[in-house]
C-alpha cells in the first residue's frame, strides 16, 4: 500500500528491524538486500506468481510479496553512493546546532510528496557537512521503499562527466539525455560545484529546461547560497523554515551564488521548479555524522 511501510520482516530482526531489507554499503553503491528474516510467502509458496479469482475468472498474476523485492531493485538502480548506505532519517544526528530544523525541513519534503503526481522539487543549500546529502538520500530511500517511486542520484561532477562521455562518443542529444529526463525524481548532489564551462552551462540548461517541461521533480543540494545577501527580498525564493527557527546559520556562504555558478537561466528554472531550503548549523563533517 503507498505510503505504508512494508514491514514485511520479523519486528525483533536486529538487521532490518522489521523493515524486511537491509542496505550495505557496496564498492561504488549502497547495495539493498531482502532480509534473511522475511519469510517465504504462503501464498505463492515463494513463487512470486499465483492464481488470483476475479470476478469469477481465475488469471495469474504477481503475487503481492513480490512489492518488497521490486522496491529493492529499484532502490539498486537509484545509484544511492556507497557512503550514504546508511543514511536515514533514523541515523540523522538531531544533536547538532540547527540539525533539528533541517531535519524537519527533509521530513516536510517526504510528507508533501504525492506519487503519480506534479511534485515541487527542493533545493538545499548550507555550509558543507550540516548533512544535506544524508537527509537528501533518506528522502529517495523513502520515496523508493514507501511508494516504488523510481529515483535517481547523481554527483554534479560526475553528471557532467557522463554527459560528456555521451556525446564523446557520438551519442544523440536526446539518447544521453532520456534517463536523465525521464526518473521522476532526479536528485543532483554538489549544485554548481567544478569550473562550469559554458558546454556544462548549456546541458546542463538543457537537462533541467526538459525536466522542467516533463514536470518531473528535481532535487538538489548545494554549496553556494541561493541569492546575495542583500538580495533576499528582491528574488522570488520559496523557503522552508527561517532564520529565526533554528540555531545557528546556513553558514559562511560568501561568494559567488548558486545563479552565478550555474547561470541565470537555470536558476530561474530552479525558482519555479523548487523551493530553497537553508541548512543550518555548525560543520559536523569532523564528527563523521550526518555527511
Ligand atoms: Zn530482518
Ligand atoms: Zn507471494
Not at 3 to 11: Q, S, W
Not at 121 to 129: D, Y
Not at 229 to 254: C, D, F, H, M, R
Request: with cysteine.
Amino acid at each position: 500500500m503507498p505510503g505504508k511501510p512494508l514491514m514485511l520482516g520479523e519486528p525483533g530482526c536486529p538487521l532490518c528491524h522489521g523493515q524486511g531489507y537491509v542496505v550495505e554499503p557496496g564498492k561504488l553503491h549502497a547495495v539493498a538486500r531482502v532480509c534473511d528474516c522475511v519469510p517465504r510467502c504462503t501464498l505463492c509458496d515463494g513463487l512470486g506468481n499465483r492464481e488470483v479469482v476475479i470476478k469469477g475468472v481465475a488469471r495469474m498474476g504477481r503475487c503481492r510479496c513480490r512489492v518488497l523485492p521490486d522496491r529493492v531493485a529499484l532502490f539498486n538502480k537509484a545509484g544511492i553512493p556507497a557512503r550514504h548506505a546508511r543514511s536515514t532519517f533514523d541515523s540523522y544526528d538531531p544533536s547538532a546546532a540547527g540539525a533539528s530544523a533541517n531535519y524537519h525541513i527533509a521530513r516536510t519534503v517526504l510528507e508533501q510528496y504525492v506519487p503519480g503526481q506534479e511534485n515541487r522539487g527542493v533545493v538545499f543549500f548550507g555550509g558543507v557537512g550540516r548533512g544535506k546529502t544524508h537527509l537528501l538520500v533518506a528522502i529517495l530511500r523513502e520515496l523508493v521503499m514507501l511508494y516504488g517511486e523510481e529515483v535517481l542520484f547523481v554527483e554534479f561532477s560526475n553528471l557532467l562527466s557522463q554527459l560528456k562521455a555521451g556525446f564523446d562518443q557520438g551519442v544523440g542529444e536526446a539518447t544521453t539525455l532520456r534517463p536523465l529526463v525521464q526518473v521522476p525524481v532526479l536528485a543532483i548532489d554538489e549544485l554548481g560545484k567544478g569550473r562550469c564551462t559554458e558546454w556544462e552551462l548549456t546541458i546542463i540548461d538543457v537537462l533541467i529546461s526538459h525536466r522542467y517541461n516533463a514536470m518531473a521533480t528535481t532535487m538538489a543540494t548545494t554549496n553556494f547560497k541561493a541569492a546575495h545577501a542583500t538580495g533576499q527580498t528582491e528574488i522570488n525564493l520559496t523557503v522552508y523554515g527561517g532564520s529565526n527557527s533554528a540555531s545557528g546559520t546556513p553558514g559562511k556562504l560568501s561568494g559567488p551564488t548558486l545563479g552565478d555558478r550555474v547561470g541565470e537561466r537555470v536558476f530561474s528554472r530552479l525558482k519555479e521548479m523548487c523551493s530553497f531550503a537553508p541548512f543550518f548549523g555548525d560543520d559536523y563533517r569532523d564528527g563523521r555524522r550526518g555527511l
